[in-house]
């Protein structure tokens, strides 16, 4: 049996005639942009998060980068960031032109809260947090530290949503919440789609004139803005999708506490369930030291798998200008040598989980075979 590590299809087909008719119906509204579906969407976002506020964006990208332009973050100021990121989370830092400081991941691939005081300058301007894989960052903790030393706290929830620590979304901790809605997402659209969650009127305001050129009204413009917009399209997908956003979740938890329980092969590292978090798990995540071997040898059982992600930001090539040496970072580079998601995705029948977890168990890397 082959089982490939992402399936989109199988909600969809679930919701075929629902997803469908909302399509019909944007089609024949005549209005694409800006609309009532972006609108509801909003509201019953911001609903679901816990905030006051909504702003629907193109794109995730768009959601940091310019979280930290309204913000105020730019050349010479410093953001603290967990190294073993997306490097899209450091491009929202950098397109602005301040700085990264990267901080080891701890043992949930989240932010070592107990590293980030000893990285703080007079030059940090904020904190940004990632809620990687569907973790939630250790948020009381890092709260405290950024009230305390004064600083922004941006959320990065491309990964987290509905997931919640010590019974709080991620995405209404912080000054600003930032989501994507790429479709191999949690809560993900047909297309790109982003958007913000807040908690004062001037972020919303300053959101909604940023996005449409920086203007409050048409062809009025007060600053240089930008085109960001999740189109009406994207929002009625959303609108059918935050419905069964629970019930997707829940079936992820499915699939991954069998994994959990099934997996016994002594040379795969599980992932760790922080304690007070409920975690989304957008990707299941196991760590080896045989990594390549591994994936390969997952591939000829007709098993997909994904590497997030091969290459921590700090020492790609976009960012070598920041002169962050390799070693330097030793437990990122670690995880980045080691990390392998498995197939995980809505719908996962028995089956299709037994023969991951059986390929598993029985892979033995060619330098313990006897």
């Known amino acids: ?47 679901y998060i816990g905030t006051k506020y909504c ?32 490097i899209a989370s450091v491009m929202g830092i950098t397109i602005n032109g301040a700085t990264p400081v990267f901080v080891e ?41 950024t009230r305390k030393h004064n600083l922004y706290l941006v959320e990065d929830c491309a990964q987290s949503h509905g997931a919640t620590f010590k019974g709080q979304a991620t995405g209404s901790f912080g ?72 019930a997707l979740n829940e079936d992820r938890r499915r699939v991954c506490n069998t994994y ?11 992932p760790k369930c922080r304690k007070d978090s409920k975690a989304v798990w957008h990707q299941f995540v196991v760590m080896t030291p045989y990594r390549d071997e591994f994936k390969d040898y997952l591939e000829e059982q007709g098993i997909g798998s994904i590497i997030h992600y091969p290459i921590p930001p700090h020492l790609s090539e976009a960012y070598a200008y920041l002169n962050v040496k390799k070693g330097s970072l030793p437990i990122t580079e670690r995880v980045a040598n080691e990390v392998l998601s498995l197939p995980l995705f809505y719908g996962m029948t028995q089956a299709e989980m037994d023969t991951v977890i059986d390929a598993i168990n029985a892979f033995v890397p060619k330098a313990l075979e006897q």
């Open 260 to 270: 959990l329980a099934g997996i016994k092969n002594p040379v795969i590292q599980l």
């Open 175 to 246: 000054d600003i919440g930032c989501f994507s809605f790429y479709p191999s997402k949690n809560l993900g659209a047909f297309g790109d789609g982003g958007g913000v969650t807040v908690n004062t009127e001037a972020l919303y305001k300053a959101f909604r004139m940023y996005r449409f050129y920086g203007s409050e009204k048409r062809y009025y413009n007060k600053v240089v803005g930008t085109n960001s917009r999740l189109d009406e399209f994207q929002a009625g997908m959303l609108n059918v999708k935050l419905k069964y956003l629970d």
């Open 55 to 86: 702003v629907g964006l193109g794109n995730g990208l768009d959601a940091l980068w310019l979280s930290f332009r309204i913000l105020g973050v730019g050349p010479g100021d410093e953001v603290i960031v967990q190294a073993n990121t997306y």
């Open 1 to 47: 049996m082959k089982v490939p590590a992402n399936n989109l299809l199988r909600h969809y087909e679930e919701h075929q005639d629902e997803y469908e008719k909302k399509a019909l119906e944007i089609m024949r509204s005549g209005n694409y942009v800006l609309g009532n579906e972006v609108e509801t969407f909003e509201q019953d976002f911001a609903k």
């Open 105 to 145: 991941p701890d043992e949930y691939h989240s932010i070592d809260a107990d590293k980030i005081e000893e990285k703080i300058t007079a030059k940090t301007k904020a904190v940004l947090v990632v809620h990687l894989y569907g973790e939630c960052c250790e948020m009381d903790k890092i709260v405290d530290i």
